[in-house]
């Protein structure tokens, strides 16, 4: 399994070998909702695009959680760094706590909160349903995240690769058999079939890692077993991990909101803006597991003292985001049409969508997507430095009123007011992550972020790293 060597010192193949894992076992989850977007292209383009207006709101409230509780990972990793392996299992418990304390807020919004949301929407009875399921399975995902970060802050991050594959195989098998049923033996339930294909993939993935959190061994050397609510730690692991969690929740919150409005202007704005995302969110994959693997790094670094090692683990996270960015230009830049043919069309009928017009207009917004990635990843490699650092609340503060300033804001008043293409709208997104991310460079290198404290100062005399 991978782990952060003794001494740290942020070079390209030690952020490659820890953050690689991590693309693989995010990528294998995202591919998750990206299966589900294509079993139901092909069952029903209705059903794809209230699965996007759906999912996106589902996930603004799953991912203000998720990040909260994933959290875990900035203190499992500043207490390994500086070895008091004694502790590493206190704030992980703090975030499983929250987690199943969360169905509270989840089943609410499921059951009633539903209905009056997509009220009046053009797929209201779809997006219902599906919002529905994603709701009761919600705190899965963040007790997924709480367990990950006992393993992600240490460094060993093996073992989520190949749950995420499992996960990943039962949600295709789930989502083919859901959505399309088996005559004889299953009913075909449509979107429906798969919001549970999904969720049962997050909650195979959490408890599987409870398993291997709670083992005699974690219990023995990590204090997994310290199970009991720390007020203390409870209380940091918020003051870290809440600011973080609503700016996550409020960025996808909003994009739920320029769904919306491409909703309002047509099908063809909405359907090539889900076919864009689509694309972004499975290839963020990357940007994710280099975000997280850049905190623990510097989680690492940090608790050990050794802050000036930062702008090594910056440098080399870009170099990796360029060679990755070479990659996904061809099916972003250089030929889409064909991969969305194949992906989303084929044995669909769908012959007046994939018209000279819809694909000329289809490859400006991925070509615009490919640019907005590339941003993201500049942006998302700082913020996993600065959450590293516990800097979350000006995380919270830039993003969620640069999401409304420079993204919704001038969607609402140059696309949607003068009705103009979707071409446009996807200029904007383009712009809006070029400014935020120009807000983070800023932040980085100003460096006040520095002068924070997570965990008390510790002496020299502390113990070793066990033998894993």
Not at 33 to 38: A, H, K, L, M, Y
Not at 118 to 134: H, I, M, N, P, S
Not at 190 to 210: H, N, P
Request: hydrophobic residues 55%; charged residues 10%.
């Amino acid at each position: 399994m991978t782990q952060l060597t003794r001494h740290p010192e942020a070079s390209i193949r030690e952020l490659w070998s820890l953050s690689s894992p991590l693309m693989v076992s995010t990528f294998a989850s995202l591919l998750m909702i990206f299966t589900d977007r294509i079993f139901l292209a092909r069952y029903s383009l209705s059903a794809l695009n209230a699965s996007v207006n759906a999912g996106t709101l589902a996930w603004a409230i799953m991912i203000t959680l998720g990040m909260i509780t994933a959290m875990s990972e900035v203190f499992v990793a500043q207490y390994n760094g500086a070895k008091r392996f004694d502790r590493l299992g206190v704030p992980v418990w703090q975030m499983i706590w929250f987690a199943l304390f969360s169905f509270l807020i989840y089943i609410p919004i499921g059951i009633w909160g539903s209905p009056l949301i997509f009220a009046g929407d053009r797929y209201a009875e779809l997006e219902t349903v599906y919002f529905r399921w994603l709701m009761f399975f919600g705190p899965s995902y963040a007790l997924m995240t709480a367990f990950a970060g006992f393993f992600i802050g240490r460094g060993k991050t093996a073992v989520m690769i190949w749950l995420a594959i499992i996960a990943n195989v039962v949600n295709i098998v789930l989502d083919w058999a859901l959505i399309f049923g088996v005559p004889g033996l299953i009913p075909e339930l449509g979107i429906q079939g798969a919001a549970i294909a999904t969720c049962v993939g997050y909650f195979f993935e959490s408890a599987m890692l409870a398993y291997f959190f709670l083992s005699k061994s974690n219990r023995e050397h990590f204090g997994t077993n310290q199970w009991r609510i720390d007020w203390p730690e409870m209380k940091k692991c918020f003051r870290v991990g809440l600011p973080q969690g609503i700016f996550c929740g409020l960025e996808v919150f909003g994009w739920s909101v320029f769904f919306w409005m491409m909703t309002s202007l047509g099908e063809m704005h909405i359907t090539i803006s889900s076919l864009c995302q689509s694309f972004t969110i499975l290839l963020s994959f990357f940007c994710d597991g280099l975000s997280r693997g850049a905190a623990s790094v510097a989680g690492n670094l940090i608790g050990a003292q050794k802050q000036f090692l930062l702008g090594k683990v910056l440098r080399s996270g870009v170099y990796l985001l360029l060679l990755f960015s070479l990659v996904t230009s061809i099916f972003l830049v250089i030929d889409p049409q064909d991969t969305v043919r194949l992906l989303f069309f084929e044995h669909f009928d769908t012959s007046s969508s994939m018209d000279p017009a819809f694909l000329s207009t289809l490859k400006t917004c991925t070509i615009c997507a490919f640019i907005y990635m590339f941003f993201e990843g500049f942006r998302w490699l700082l913020s996993g430095i600065l959450v590293a650092a516990g800097d979350t609340l000006f995380l919270l503060i830039a993003g969620s009123l640069s999401v409304w300033i420079f993204l919704l804001l001038p969607i609402y008043l140059l696309v949607v007011r003068l009705n103009l293409s979707v071409e446009y709208a996807w200029m904007l997104a383009v712009l809006y992550s070029a400014l935020l991310l120009s807000i983070y460079w800023v932040r980085f290198k100003h460096g006040n972020w520095q002068k924070i404290n997570l965990i008390e100062t510790l002496d020299e005399s502390s113990e070793e790293f066990p033998v894993a």
